[in-house]
């Protein structure tokens, strides 16, 4: 039989709240499936690392990614550019 995990375990795995799990489930956010026992609500141990899997992003390469150009006063090299205009 495979172990069932508390609310308290998964907020441990996850880095939050026990109370973070419980209001994530009650809005409707992305949690892993969840057990009802009774009162009890409980996750399996598969679930919780197959969400964990789909949870991940695929980071694109910092390379492949252009810098932005802050906006602010023009450089030096663009001042005198302008003014051979």
Do not use: C, H
């Amino acid at each position: 039989m495979e172990k069932l995990l508390t609310p308290e375990v998964l907020g441990e795995m996850l880095g939050m709240s026990v109370q973070t799990v419980y209001n994530r489930r009650a809005q409707g956010l992305s949690l892993p499936p969840a057990v009802k026992l009774g009162r009890l609500l409980r996750f399996r141990q598969s679930d919780v690392q197959d969400w964990i899997t789909s949870q991940m992003e695929n980071p694109v390469p910092i390379m492949a990614q252009p810098i932005p150009r802050r906006k602010g006063r023009p450089s030096k090299e663009e001042q005198v550019t302008s003014r051979g205009k």
